[in-house]
């Protein structure tokens, strides 16, 4: 009976969108992941809470986060490229690596930004699945945290920008599954280059984890970047 009411209704065009003849069950709205979801701890929602309440100010500003890149991204960063055709080809098929990995398994994360002070901070939790040393996230799962904190406090005060250098120190090794934070700010600008740095703390502020410095460098829009060329990317840097 479900079955025939529902062919009934896409004979007669119920179940069409407005445009286009398309369904509404074909269309598939992108999931904000830097929203709580099950897999977050006490910890974690106690933070996001704590954040979210500093920014009804507008002076932190949390930062919407997806797997796959969002059309608008794509038109940011296609006038870097000579074949803006293949790059959508294959962003088409990208997905942001540190979303890649299932709920609650590898990285659990939220950003906010404060635009005024030029600082980004990242309320990180390493699940499982970012296991180095037993019991403990392996060093590069927290490079890569530093490298995204970092790489977003730097594209958001700087615009387009590639990580040309970046330097941990890893002082404590993170348990497994606990919350930490990720305070990062812009240091200085020199010209296309963009100085940030960062430190990974315990909840509580007690505990320091890691310190990293950064170099991000602005892409030239009139240096074409061919995806196709090995180390094409860093010509541009230059």
Same mark, same amino acid.
């Given at each position: ?17 407005? +445009?286009?003849? %398309?369904?509404?069950? *074909? ?6 992941? =830097? #929203? ?5 701890? $006490? ?41 803006? +055709?293949?790059? %959508?080809?294959?962003? *088409? ?6 979303? =890649? #990995? ?5 990285? $659990? ?130």
């Amino acid at each position: 009976m479900l079955r025939s009411s529902a062919r009934l209704l896409r004979t007669t065009g119920a179940l069409r969108g407005p +445009k286009g003849g %398309k369904s509404f069950s *074909s269309e598939v709205l992108p999931v904000d992941h =830097s #929203l709580p979801n099950p897999s977050w701890n $006490e910890d974690m929602r106690l933070l996001f809470d704590q954040f979210m309440k500093k920014s009804e100010d507008g002076s932190w500003k949390r930062l919407p986060s997806y797997k796959c890149n969002l059309t608008e991204r794509i038109e940011d960063v296609k006038i870097f490229f000579p074949d803006a +055709k293949l790059l %959508k080809e294959q962003m *088409s098929q990208a997905q942001l690596f540190p979303r =890649s #990995l299932g709920e609650g398994v590898g990285f $659990e994360y939220v950003m906010f930004h404060n635009h005024v002070e030029d600082r980004t901070v990242c309320i990180f939790q390493g699940g499982p699945h970012l296991q180095g040393v037993p019991g403990f996230l392996h060093g590069g799962a927290i490079a890569t945290m530093i490298d995204s904190t970092l790489g977003m406090c730097a594209v958001l005060t700087g615009g387009i920008a590639m990580t040309a250098n970046l330097n941990i120190n890893f002082r404590r090794p993170i348990p497994l599954c606990s919350v930490v934070v990720i305070n990062c700010q812009l240091d200085r600008v020199e010209g296309r280059k963009l100085f940030v740095s960062c430190n990974i703390r315990s909840m509580d502020e007690k505990t320091l984890y890691s310190e990293a410095t950064s170099t991000f460098v602005k892409l030239d829009p009139k240096k074409k970047i061919d995806i196709r060329a090995s180390g094409a990317f860093y010509t541009n840097l230059q």
